[in-house]
T-cell receptor, first 115, second 110 residues
Framework: NAGVMQNPRHLVRRRGQEARLRCSPMKGHSHVYWYRQLPEEGLKFMVYLQKENIIDESGMPKERFSAEFPKEGPSILRIQQVVRGDSAAYFC?????????????FGPGTRLTVT | RKEVEQDPGPFNVPEGATVAFNCTYSNSASQSFFWYRQDCRKEPKLLMSVYSSGNEDGRFTAQLNRASQYISLLIRDSKLSDSATYLCVVNNQAGTALIFGKGTTLSVSS
């Protein structure tokens, strides 16, 4: 049973470019979460999605960041006009049902470097 | 007050030692509690869920005190492979996200 898959694993973008991060949840999981880990910091929640719905985006920056989880295909985290401060590890997690007592399982992450 | 607070360490212990990590959380409405482990530059991996009655998995024991809003993790007979950062995690009030502590670093030496 494949775990959570993320790609690319490493992404380098120049300031002002767009970054697209992809996440495929574990088989049987319909809930996806995105977290960001800045250097030397803890993980911070960004957004929680189910298929075709954003359930909680309280952790998303107000500008330049968006997320989707279409009916078909992976979840996408999109960062427009990247800045150096966006350099971080972005982790996707999935769970079989919404977080309540359900554990979340994490993918290997995408390390974004903005030059 | 931070939502989840942990002693950052590092804890440097010899193989075979017993080590305890503590964590406090601020939101009394939190219902789910976990310990995750994160190796350098890797993803967090679930170590164990934490239940009110306390729970044990091999060399690992977790305790929860809801009244004090305090969570602990005890590792017995430490192995070199236990060297990692241990993350205390609770869910948010809405139950839609996990809130992570910054982690406690453990280094086990031979």
């Amino acid at each position: 049973n494949a775990g959570v898959m993320q790609n690319p694993r490493h992404l380098v973008r120049r300031r002002g470019q767009e970054a697209r991060l992809r996440c495929s949840p574990m088989k049987g999981h319909s809930h996806v979460y995105w977290y960001r880990q800045l250097p030397e910091e803890g993980l911070k929640f960004m957004v929680y999605l189910q298929k075709e719905n954003i359930i909680d985006e309280s952790g998303m920056p107000k500008e330049r960041f968006s997320a989707e989880f279409p009916k078909e295909g992976p979840s996408i985290l999109r960062i427009q006009q990247v800045v150096r401060g966006d350099s971080a590890a972005y982790f996707c997690a999935s769970s079989p049902q919404g977080t309540g007592s359900y554990e979340q399982y994490f993918g290997p992450g995408t390390r974004l470097t903005v030059t | 007050r931070k939502e989840v607070e942990q002693d950052p360490g590092p804890f440097n212990v010899p193989e075979g030692a017993t080590v305890a990590f503590n964590c406090t959380y601020s939101n009394s409405a939190s219902q789910s509690f976990f310990w995750y482990r994160q190796d350098c530059r890797k993803e967090p991996k679930l170590l164990m869920s934490v239940y009110s009655s306390g729970n044990e998995d091999g060399r690992f024991t977790a305790q929860l005190n809801r009244a004090s809003q305090y969570i602990s993790l005890l590792i017995r007979d430490s192995k070199l492979s236990d060297s990692a950062t241990y993350l205390c995690v609770v869910n948010n009030q809405a139950g839609t996200a996990l809130i992570f502590g910054k982690g406690t670093t453990l280094s086990v030496s031979s």
